[in-house]
């Protein structure tokens, strides 16, 4: 069962043990004035998840996305690195949205490219096909191919 905070406007909190179906949105206070819920904030309970100490055998926090226990945010940064990764903070402002544009551009050209490739498969033999929707000047000017040594 959850802890249920209220305040009566005299400043006196009071925490109630009550089941979640029971839960009313004010109650008498001790001094006899109108208590309403408060929003709570979650426990912090620092001997159980995310056991820094080791007292639990914890020892450290798992990160799921690491893969990996740490205990600090030291420790934290270092695997990071090992692993090629970077915090969200320090990328960019923009950088997601930026990377998610030029996917969907790349996306569309993708399907562009299928539907070309598909009309001229209908007309010709498939090397051709080939050799007409991917030819060296189509992929230049679409941007796919930058060695400047490949000859059209």
């Not at 179906?21 to 904030?41: D, F, I, R, T, W």
């Not at 998840?49 to 007292?55: L, V």
């Amino acid at each position: 069962m959850p802890l249920y905070d209220y305040r009566c406007p005299d400043g006196h909190t009071t925490e109630v043990l009550l089941r979640v179906n029971e839960v009313p949105k004010a109650m008498v206070c001790h001094c006899g004035q109108l208590a309403v819920k408060l929003v709570s904030k979650p426990a912090l309970t620092p001997g159980r998840w995310g056991d820094q100490t080791g007292t639990y055998g914890v020892d450290g926090y798992y990160d799921k996305s690491l893969g990996a226990t740490y205990s600090n945010s030291m420790q934290r940064d270092r695997i990071m690195k090992e692993k090629g990764l970077v915090r969200q903070e320090d990328l960019p402002s923009h950088f997601i949205e930026d990377t998610m544009e030029k996917e969907a551009k790349e996306s569309q050209q993708h399907e562009a490219n299928i539907k070309k490739f598909k009309s001229n498969l209908a007309k010709h033999e498939p090397g051709r096909a080939i050799a007409e929707t991917f030819s060296v000047s189509e992929m230049r000017k679409q941007g796919t191919l930058a060695d400047s040594r490949v000859k059209d």
